[in-house]
C-alpha cells in the first residue's frame, strides 16, 4: 500500500475511553489467504448453536441429505434452521460433547464419499421483491447469527418494530481480540458480498447512515472496502478506529463513532443504531445470491504452538482435531487450547468437538504467553478503573466478590460488567478481577427471585 | 499431534500486561537514587548512613514479621526498601542513626505488617515511622543542620549511643526555610530552594530533582498525575489568595509549594496508591484536602511544617472516600 494511505489512517482515529492495549499478535495469520477445509469424513451438527432456543431436527437416522439441506428448523421465535453441510447420510441424532463442555442432542452425518459436494439448492427469490416479514423469515431460514462469537439469531436482531428507529447501521470489523484475523480476511476476500449485504440490509432498514467500523490495524480491508463500495455506488463510509481494547464491543463501537452512550439496560437500537457482525452480512449476501445458507464459516487457527497458523473456511460440524490437524497440528510446547481470542476465550479440554456457527478462532497458546504472574494484595493503583470500559470500579467489585458480598456488588453495579477482562489484563497484582466478578454476577442472578 | 501437551484448564483473559506490582516498587526505588545522591552531595556520608540505618530497620522488620509473598521472601517486591528510602528522606542530617533504625522498625511493624501486609494499610508506612520518631524524639527530629559541602562528614550526633540524653554535641542548629519563616518572617530566595542549598531534611531540600522524579512518574503512570497537580494547585491558590491578602505576613505561594516537605511528600508520600484512594473523583478530594490541610496547618498552626499530618490525615479519610466517591458508570 502506498503511504499516502496509510497517513490517511493515521488521521485523528475515533475510539472509545479507558481500554487497553494489548500485543496484537496478528502476524501470525492476517496475510494468510482464506483457506478451503477439505471435506472430512464425519461431521457433528449440535441443535444449539445460537442463542435461544436449539433446533428441530427433521431428518432421521440412515436419511440421506444433501449439501445446504434444511435438516433442522427453528425451534422457536428466537432460534434458527440449520444446514446439511455436505452430501451424505444422518448415521446419528443423539447427545455428543458441544464446544461449551455439555453433551448436547446433535446430528451426525457421514459424508458420501461420492458426492463431488457441488452445491445444488433452488435459487431463492431475491430479497428486492420480498416484503419485509418475508426477508426476516428468509433469514432464519438461511440459518443466520451473529458471526462475531455471541451467535445471536440475525433475524431477530433485524426485525425491527414500529416503534424502534434504525438511524445508523453499523457494521462491525474491529476484530479487538488480539490474534484473531478470521473478520479481516472475509473483509478483504470477500468485499463485494459484503457491500452487497450491506445493501441488501440496508434496503429494509432504511438507516440515514451505514457505517462500517475497522480497527486501524487493518488498512488493507478499510481499502479495499472503500474501493468494494465504490464500486459499487454504495453510500457506506468506512471508518479506520484505533486499535484498543476492546473496541469491538458494541457499546464502545457506538462511543467510538457517534459519541453516544447506551444506557444502562437497553438496546443499541434504543439509540438508534443496529450494530451487525461483517461474517453475517457475507452469509446474508451468499444466501439470496447464491443460494447458499449458513454451512461454512471462516475460522483463525492461530497462536504459537500452532504449526500452521491459518484463516480458513471449514464447514460446521467439522471436528476440531480435524481442523488444527489440517493447520499443521499443535506443537509440545501447547499450554492452553481457547476458543475465541485470548481476553474472553473460552479453555477447551480437547479438541474432540465441533466447529459451531459461533466458533471465531481457535488459539492454542503456549506456557510464554499464559505464564502464570505472581499474585499480590490490591495496591489500590487505579489501573483496573482506568482501563474499565463501563467505568466500573473492578477493584472494589473483586474486593466485595471475595468478601462474597453479593448486595453490595449489585449495588456497585456488578451486572453492568459485560466480562471483557481489561481489568484483569491490568491489574499489577494479578487478582482475577473478572473472573471473581463473573462469580459475583452468577450469585446475584441465583439468588434473584424468578 | 506429536507428544502429548500438557494443557491445563482455567480462565480467560490469558494475557497479562507487563506491569506488576515488584516493578511498580522497584521503579518507584529507582526514582529515589539520584534524591539520595543529591542528599549525600548536600549533607556528606550522613546522609547515606541515616539511609542504610532506616532502611535496614524496614528490611529487618519485615523479612522477620512480613507475610511470605509469592515471590518466597516478603523482601522482594521492593516496597519495604522504597519505605526505608522514604523515611530516611524526611529525617534531618545529624539525625541519631539508631532512632532511623528504630523509625524503619516501626515504619514497617505499625506501619504495614499489623494491618495485615502490602496492600492492606491504610496510612503510608514511611509516614507512620516518620510521625512515631517525631513523638519520641521531638528534639532530635528538629535539630536542622545547614548542608556544609564535606562529603566524607559525618556529623557527631549520628553516631549518638541509645538513650544517651546529654546536649548533642557540636550540633550547630540552622532554622529551615519554613520555621524562618513561621516565626522571624524570613522568606529564602526560591533559587535556593529549587537547588536545594539550604538546611532541612536529606530529601526536601531540592525542589527541582524532585519536580523531575515527579514527572517522570506521573508520565510512566507509577504514581496518579491527579494527586501531585490536585495537591499543588490547591496549595498554591489557597496561600496565593492568603498572599495577596497580607503579603507582608504571609509566604508567597511559590515559597509554599517549593519549602520544607511538601514536594517530597506530594510525589512520593501522598501518592503511594495503597492509602490513597481509588476513583477520579475520591483522588481529587484527596489531593485538595492535603493541600488545604496543609497550608492550614504551616500558616495558622502551631507547626512550621504540615505535611506529615496532613496527608496522614486524608490517609485516615481514605476508606471513607473510598466507599462514597464513586465512578459514574456506563450508560447512567
Ligand atoms: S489494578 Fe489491581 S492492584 Fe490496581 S487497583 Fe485494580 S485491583 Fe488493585
Ligand atoms: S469490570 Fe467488567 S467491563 Fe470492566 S474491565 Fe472488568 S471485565 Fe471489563
Same mark, same amino acid.
Request: charged content about 15%; some cysteine.
Given at each position: 500500500?502506498?503511504?499516502?494511505?496509510?497517513?490517511?489512517?493515521?488521521?485523528?482515529?475515533?475510539?472509545?475511553?479507558?481500554?487497553?492495549?494489548?500485543?496484537?499478535?496478528?502476524?501470525?495469520?492476517?496475510?494468510?489467504?482464506?483457506?478451503?477445509?477439505?471435506?472430512?469424513?464425519?461431521?457433528?451438527?449440535?441443535?444449539?448453536?445460537?442463542?435461544?432456543?436449539?433446533?428441530?431436527?427433521?431428518?432421521?437416522?440412515?436419511?440421506?441429505?444433501?449439501?445446504?439441506?434444511?435438516?433442522?428448523?427453528?425451534?422457536?421465535?428466537?432460534?434458527?434452521?440449520?444446514?446439511?453441510?455436505?452430501?451424505?447420510?444422518?448415521?446419528?441424532?443423539?447427545?455428543?460433547?458441544?464446544?461449551?463442555?455439555?453433551?448436547?442432542?446433535?446430528?451426525?452425518?457421514?459424508?458420501?464419499?461420492?458426492?463431488?459436494?457441488?452445491?445444488?439448492?433452488?435459487?431463492?427469490?431475491?430479497?428486492?421483491?420480498?416484503?419485509?416479514?418475508?426477508?426476516?423469515?428468509?433469514?432464519?431460514?438461511?440459518?443466520?447469527?451473529?458471526?462475531?462469537?455471541?451467535?445471536?439469531?440475525?433475524?431477530?436482531?433485524?426485525?425491527? !418494530?414500529?416503534?424502534?428507529?434504525?438511524?445508523?447501521?453499523?457494521?462491525?470489523? *474491529?476484530?479487538?481480540?488480539?490474534?484473531?484475523?478470521?473478520?479481516?480476511?472475509?473483509?478483504?476476500?470477500?468485499?463485494?458480498?459484503?457491500?452487497?449485504?450491506?445493501?441488501?440490509?440496508?434496503?429494509?432498514?432504511?438507516?440515514?447512515?451505514?457505517?462500517?467500523?475497522?480497527?486501524?490495524?487493518?488498512?488493507?480491508? +478499510?481499502?479495499?472496502?472503500?474501493?468494494?463500495?465504490?464500486?459499487?455506488?454504495?453510500? +457506506?463510509?468506512?471508518?479506520?478506529?484505533?486499535?484498543?481494547?476492546?473496541?469491538?464491543?458494541?457499546?464502545?463501537?457506538?462511543?467510538?463513532?457517534?459519541?453516544?452512550?447506551?444506557?444502562?439496560?437497553?438496546?443499541?437500537?434504543?439509540?438508534?443504531?443496529?450494530?451487525?457482525?461483517?461474517?453475517?452480512?457475507?452469509?446474508?449476501?451468499?444466501?439470496?445470491?447464491?443460494?447458499?445458507?449458513?454451512?461454512?464459516?471462516?475460522?483463525?487457527?492461530?497462536?504459537?504452538?500452532?504449526?500452521?497458523?491459518?484463516?480458513?473456511?471449514?464447514?460446521?460440524?467439522?471436528?476440531?482435531?480435524?481442523?488444527?490437524?489440517?493447520?499443521?497440528?499443535?506443537?509440545?510446547?501447547?499450554?492452553?487450547?481457547?476458543?475465541?481470542?485470548?481476553?474472553?476465550?473460552?479453555?477447551?479440554?480437547?479438541?474432540?468437538?465441533?466447529?459451531?456457527?459461533?466458533?471465531?478462532?481457535?488459539?492454542?497458546?503456549?506456557?510464554?504467553?499464559?505464564?502464570?504472574?505472581?499474585?499480590?494484595? =490490591?495496591?489500590? =493503583?487505579?489501573?483496573?478503573?482506568?482501563?474499565?470500559?463501563? &467505568?466500573?470500579?473492578?477493584?472494589?467489585?473483586?474486593?466485595?466478590?471475595?468478601?462474597?458480598?453479593?448486595?453490595?456488588?449489585?449495588?456497585?453495579?456488578?451486572?453492568?460488567?459485560?466480562? *471483557?477482562?481489561?481489568?484483569?489484563?491490568?491489574?499489577?497484582?494479578?487478582?482475577?478481577?473478572?473472573?471473581?466478578?463473573?462469580?459475583?454476577?452468577?450469585?446475584?442472578?441465583?439468588?434473584?427471585?424468578? | 499431534?506429536?507428544?502429548?501437551?500438557?494443557?491445563?484448564?482455567?480462565?480467560?483473559?490469558?494475557?497479562?500486561?507487563?506491569?506488576?506490582?515488584?516493578?511498580?516498587?522497584?521503579?518507584?526505588?529507582?526514582?529515589?537514587?539520584?534524591?539520595?545522591?543529591?542528599?549525600?552531595?548536600?549533607?556528606?556520608?550522613?546522609?547515606?548512613?541515616?539511609?542504610?540505618?532506616?532502611?535496614?530497620? *524496614?528490611?529487618?522488620?519485615?523479612?522477620?514479621?512480613?507475610?511470605?509473598?509469592?515471590?518466597?521472601?516478603?523482601?522482594?517486591?521492593?516496597?519495604?526498601?522504597?519505605?526505608?528510602?522514604?523515611?530516611?528522606?524526611?529525617?534531618?542530617?545529624?539525625?541519631?542513626?539508631?532512632?532511623?533504625?528504630?523509625?524503619?522498625?516501626?515504619?514497617?511493624?505499625?506501619?504495614?505488617?499489623?494491618?495485615?501486609?502490602?496492600?492492606?494499610?491504610?496510612?503510608?508506612?514511611?509516614?507512620?515511622?516518620?510521625?512515631?520518631?517525631?513523638?519520641? &524524639?521531638?528534639?532530635?527530629?528538629?535539630?536542622?543542620?545547614?548542608?556544609?559541602?564535606?562529603?566524607?562528614?559525618?556529623?557527631?550526633?549520628?553516631?549518638?549511643?541509645?538513650?544517651?540524653?546529654?546536649?548533642?554535641?557540636?550540633?550547630?542548629?540552622?532554622?529551615?526555610?519554613?520555621?524562618?519563616?513561621?516565626?522571624?518572617?524570613?522568606?529564602?530566595?526560591?533559587?535556593?530552594?529549587?537547588?536545594?542549598?539550604?538546611?532541612?531534611?536529606?530529601?526536601?531540600?531540592?525542589?527541582?530533582?524532585?519536580?523531575?522524579?515527579?514527572?517522570?512518574?506521573? &508520565?510512566?503512570?507509577?504514581?496518579?498525575?491527579?494527586?501531585?497537580?490536585?495537591?499543588?494547585?490547591?496549595?498554591?491558590?489557597?496561600?496565593?489568595?492568603?498572599?495577596?491578602?497580607?503579603?507582608?505576613?504571609?509566604?508567597?505561594?511559590?515559597?509554599?509549594?517549593?519549602?520544607?516537605?511538601?514536594?517530597?511528600?506530594? +510525589?512520593?508520600?501522598?501518592?503511594?496508591?495503597?492509602? !490513597?484512594?481509588?476513583?477520579?473523583?475520591?483522588?481529587?478530594? &484527596?489531593?485538595?484536602?492535603?493541600?488545604?490541610?496543609?497550608?492550614?496547618?504551616?500558616?495558622?498552626?502551631?507547626?512550621?511544617?504540615?505535611?506529615?499530618?496532613?496527608?496522614?490525615?486524608?490517609?485516615?479519610?481514605?476508606?471513607?472516600?473510598?466507599?462514597?466517591?464513586?465512578?459514574?458508570?456506563?450508560?447512567?
Amino acid at each position: 500500500m502506498t503511504g499516502s494511505n496509510q497517513n490517511a489512517l493515521k488521521d485523528k482515529l475515533l475510539t472509545f475511553r479507558h481500554g487497553v492495549h494489548p500485543e496484537e499478535y496478528k502476524e501470525l495469520s492476517n496475510h494468510q489467504r482464506i483457506e478451503r477445509m477439505p471435506f472430512v469424513e464425519e461431521y457433528t451438527l449440535p441443535l444449539l448453536q445460537h442463542i435461544g432456543a436449539p433446533s428441530k431436527p427433521l431428518v432421521h437416522k440412515g436419511q440421506y441429505v444433501r449439501r445446504g439441506g434444511l435438516i433442522a428448523e427453528a425451534g422457536a421465535y428466537v432460534s434458527v434452521a440449520l444446514h446439511a453441510p455436505v452430501d451424505g447420510t444422518v448415521t446419528d441424532v443423539g447427545l455428543y460433547g458441544h464446544p461449551n463442555g455439555q453433551m448436547l442432542p446433535a446430528i451426525k452425518i457421514r459424508t458420501d464419499p461420492f458426492s463431488t459436494q457441488q452445491l445444488d439448492q433452488p435459487a431463492q427469490r431475491q430479497p428486492e421483491e420480498l416484503a419485509k416479514a418475508e426477508f426476516i423469515e428468509a433469514i432464519q431460514r438461511a440459518g443466520i447469527v451473529g458471526l462475531g462469537g455471541a451467535a445471536f439469531p440475525a433475524h431477530v436482531k433485524f426485525n425491527l !418494530s414500529e416503534n424502534q428507529l434504525c438511524r445508523y447501521l453499523m457494521l462491525n470489523g *474491529c476484530e479487538c481480540e488480539p490474534f484473531l484475523t478470521c473478520d479481516h480476511r472475509v473483509m478483504v476476500e470477500y468485499a463485494e458480498e459484503l457491500i452487497d449485504g450491506t445493501r441488501i440490509l440496508q434496503h429494509f432498514i432504511q438507516a440515514e447512515k451505514v457505517y462500517i467500523a475497522i480497527e486501524a490495524n487493518k488498512p488493507d480491508a +478499510v481499502i479495499t472496502l472503500r474501493a468494494a463500495a465504490a464500486k459499487a455506488g454504495f453510500p +457506506v463510509e468506512i471508518i479506520p478506529l484505533q486499535v484498543k481494547y476492546p473496541q469491538g464491543a458494541e457499546k464502545m463501537m457506538i462511543s467510538a463513532i457517534l459519541g453516544k452512550e447506551v444506557p444502562a439496560g437497553k438496546l443499541p437500537i434504543d439509540v438508534g443504531v443496529l450494530v451487525s457482525n461483517v461474517g453475517s452480512i457475507v452469509a446474508l449476501s451468499q444466501y439470496f445470491r447464491q443460494s447458499q445458507p449458513l454451512i461454512e464459516r471462516v475460522i483463525t487457527v492461530t497462536g504459537p504452538a500452532v504449526r500452521r497458523p491459518a484463516n480458513v473456511l471449514v464447514p460446521l460440524g467439522t471436528p476440531m482435531r480435524s481442523l488444527v490437524e489440517f493447520c499443521g497440528g499443535i506443537t509440545g510446547e501447547a499450554a492452553r487450547i481457547l476458543l475465541g481470542g485470548p481476553m474472553m476465550g473460552i479453555v477447551q479440554k480437547s479438541l474432540d468437538t465441533p466447529v459451531v456457527k459461533g466458533t471465531s478462532g481457535i488459539l492454542v497458546l503456549t506456557e510464554r504467553e499464559v505464564q502464570d504472574i505472581d499474585t499480590f494484595s =490490591c495496591i489500590r =493503583c487505579g489501573r483496573c478503573l482506568e482501563a474499565c470500559p463501563l &467505568f466500573l470500579n473492578p477493584a472494589r467489585l473483586g474486593l466485595l466478590a471475595r468478601k462474597g458480598l453479593w448486595e453490595d456488588m449489585e449495588d456497585n453495579n456488578a451486572l453492568d460488567c459485560f466480562e *471483557c477482562g481489561a481489568c484483569s489484563y491490568v491489574c499489577p497484582s494479578a487478582i482475577p478481577l473478572v473472573q471473581s466478578i463473573k462469580v459475583g454476577k452468577s450469585m446475584i442472578r441465583e439468588r434473584k427471585p424468578k | 499431534m506429536v507428544n502429548k501437551p500438557k494443557i491445563t484448564i482455567s480462565t480467560s483473559p490469558f494475557l497479562h500486561d507487563q506491569v506488576t506490582t515488584p516493578k511498580i516498587m522497584w521503579e518507584l526505588a529507582y526514582t529515589l537514587i539520584p534524591i539520595l545522591l543529591a542528599a549525600v552531595y548536600y549533607f556528606g556520608l550522613s546522609a547515606l548512613l541515616i539511609s542504610l540505618s532506616c532502611i535496614a530497620g *524496614c528490611l529487618v522488620t519485615e523479612y522477620y514479621l512480613g507475610k511470605r509473598g509469592p515471590l518466597g521472601s516478603p523482601l522482594r517486591d521492593g516496597s519495604a526498601l522504597v519505605t526505608g528510602l522514604l523515611l530516611a528522606l524526611t529525617l534531618p542530617p545529624g539525625f541519631p542513626l539508631w532512632m532511623a533504625f528504630v523509625g524503619g522498625v516501626v515504619a514497617i511493624g505499625m506501619g504495614k505488617v499489623i494491618w495485615g501486609g502490602l496492600g492492606q494499610n491504610v496510612f503510608n508506612p514511611a509516614l507512620v515511622g516518620r510521625a512515631f520518631l517525631q513523638a519520641a &524524639f521531638p528534639t532530635a527530629i528538629t535539630t536542622w543542620e545547614p548542608p556544609d559541602g564535606r562529603y566524607w562528614g559525618v556529623r557527631g550526633t549520628n553516631l549518638a549511643m541509645p538513650f544517651y540524653q546529654g546536649e548533642p554535641v557540636d550540633a550547630l542548629s540552622t532554622a529551615t526555610p519554613l520555621s524562618e519563616m513561621k516565626f522571624s518572617h524570613e522568606p529564602t530566595e526560591l533559587a535556593d530552594l529549587l537547588l536545594g542549598n539550604i538546611s532541612g531534611s536529606l530529601g526536601e531540600t531540592c525542589a527541582l530533582l524532585l519536580l523531575l522524579a515527579g514527572l517522570y512518574l506521573a &508520565f510512566r503512570r507509577i504514581i496518579n498525575w491527579r494527586i501531585p497537580v490536585a495537591i499543588l494547585a490547591t496549595v498554591a491558590l489557597f496561600s496565593g489568595i492568603v498572599y495577596l491578602l497580607a503579603p507582608d505576613r504571609y509566604p508567597s505561594p511559590g515559597f509554599m509549594v517549593l519549602a520544607g516537605g511538601l514536594l517530597l511528600g506530594t +510525589v512520593y508520600m501522598a501518592t503511594d496508591p495503597v492509602s !490513597s484512594p481509588l476513583t477520579p473523583k475520591g483522588i481529587w478530594i &484527596f489531593g485538595i484536602g492535603i493541600g488545604l490541610l496543609v497550608v492550614l496547618i504551616r500558616i495558622w498552626g502551631g507547626l512550621p511544617e504540615g505535611v506529615m499530618y496532613a496527608i496522614l490525615l486524608m490517609n485516615a479519610a481514605t476508606p471513607l472516600i473510598n466507599r462514597f466517591a464513586r465512578t459514574r458508570v456506563y450508560g447512567y
